[in-house]
Nanobody, 114 residues
């Protein structure tokens, strides 16, 4: 059973930056497609923020293009989400997702407020 562990969330002022990390707690084999999702307290479902394919191609939802960057360190089996120019509307719980096997992390809270 693979468990994903996110870290790096916190409270930041508008315009600030955070870097989220996601790593599996168990052993995994191969490089799989991974994604970052977010969900607000009143949100019905999780919104895809960014994903990276097994070959390294990245996709971003329109609202974060030019501000967020998804990347991976294959040696560490870790996926990152660098978030710059944060806005109050980016406030949400952020979840890491591994498509192969449909694994989710427990989430890390990001709050953007002055």
């Amino acid at each position: 059973q693979v468990q994903l562990v996110e870290s790096g969330g916190g409270l930041v002022q508008p315009g600030g930056s955070l870097t989220l990390s996601c790593a599996p707690s168990g052993s995994v084999s191969g490089i799989e497609a991974m994604g970052w999702y977010r969900q607000t307290p009143g949100g019905i479902q999780r919104e895809l923020v960014a994903r990276i394919t097994s070959s390294g191609a990245a996709y971003y939802t329109d609202s974060v293009k030019g501000r967020f960057t998804i990347s991976r360190d294959a040696a560490k089996n870790t996926v990152y989400l660098v978030m710059n120019g944060l806005k109050p509307e980016d406030t949400a719980m952020y979840f890491c997702h591994r498509y192969q096997g449909n694994y989710w992390g427990q989430g890390t809270q990001v709050t953007v407020s002055s």
